[in-house]
């Protein structure tokens, strides 16, 4: 029997920037461009190229502008026909999704990530669905959602994106315990998030992209609090384990983590180069720096 099909990726956006402060004081995290696109709509386009249609934001205090990014702008797409700016337009309008498929809820306190995939529950109902942190993005194709439906569509379940990390980087991250591996298929029977190194059970850290069943909402119900004082949606997936198929996918894209400034420099770099308009001038400032 083929898994229930996957429709909607929750993408949790109320988070404060803290790693990237002041640049994000007045504006969203999520919208800081990489090269001229915003985060949140490289992680929308990665989403439709999985085939999830709609998206699910967990936004918070502060965080209107990335509504207004999803809707139309009326004020400039009459300024831009006006003077027959017909390409910028175009690429203004792509970024409006069909009405309807974007629905938002609020987390009302930052209470962790745990506690915010919890306030998506109502929208989601009892389906699987994915869940895709927006601070990282992929850094090409066929992109980590992609990845993790292909599984999905293979094994059902629960699925996490995985990469390895060398070893003395697991406190940053959610890290598994492996128990078989098949490729790049990982079966899965524990995991922790942040660990020190010496505590980590793998060196293959959580990517914040997942697909999960519905049962992780009774769980983080009554998570309690976690690492750094948060309700850790790594600590319900680690209970979950116990209760269902449960597996990790070694992704193949690479991946831009753009909360930290490091990553986003890194981040733009990259996704500049790899296009026609801008690559070529910026190779060339980057030989003569
Ligand atoms: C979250 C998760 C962690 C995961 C990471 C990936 O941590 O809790 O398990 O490895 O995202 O980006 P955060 O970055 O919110 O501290």
Redesign the pocket.
């Known amino acids: 029997m083929s898994p229930k099909p996957l429709r909607k990726v929750v993408i949790p956006v109320a988070?404060l920037g803290t790693r990237v402060l002041p640049a994000t004081k007045s504006i969203p995290k999520e919208l800081l461009p990489v090269v001229d696109r915003p985060l949140i709509d490289y992680v929308a386009e990665e989403a439709r190229r999985a085939g999830l249609a709609d998206l699910v934001l967990v936004t918070g205090r502060g965080k209107g502008a990335i509504e207004d990014y999803f809707d139309h702008a009326f004020e400039l797409e009459e300024a831009l026909k006006g003077k027959q700016k017909n390409e910028i337009l175009n690429d203004v309008l792509a970024t409006v999704p069909t009405a309807g498929t974007v629905t938002y809820t609020r987390q009302q306190a930052p209470l962790g990530?745990g506690h915010a995939v919890w306030c998506a529950r109502e929208i989601v109902g009892d389906e699987p669905f994915a869940i895709a942190?927006p601070?990282?993005i992929s850094a090409g194709a066929p992109g980590l959602l992609s990845e993790l439906a292909e599984a999905y569509a293979e094994v059902g379940g629960n699925i996490i994106a995985v990469e390895e990390v060398p070893n003395e980087e697991t406190s940053?991250?959610?890290v598994i315990s492996p128990k078989g591996r098949r490729g790049d298929l990982i079966e899965i029977d524990g995991m922790v998030?942040?660990p020190k190194p010496a505590d980590a059970p793998s060196n293959f850290?959580?990517?914040?992209r997942y697909v999960l069943q519905p049962e992780i909402f009774e769980l983080l119900e009554t998570q309690e609090r976690g690492a750094?004082g948060e309700i850790?949606?790594?600590d319900s997936m680690m209970t979950l384990t116990d209760r269902q198929p449960f597996h990790a996918r070694i992704c193949a894209t690479g991946i831009h983590?753009c909360?930290s400034k490091l990553g986003w420099l890194k981040a733009n770099v990259d996704m500049a180069l790899k296009r026609d308009d801008v690559g070529p001038g910026l190779t060339d400032f980057l030989k003569s720096v």
Do not use: A, S, V
């Not at 850290?205 to 914040?208: A, F, S």
């Open positions: 988070g990530l942190l601070d990282e940053k991250y959610g998030e942040k850290r959580i990517i914040g750094g850790q949606l790594t983590d909360g």
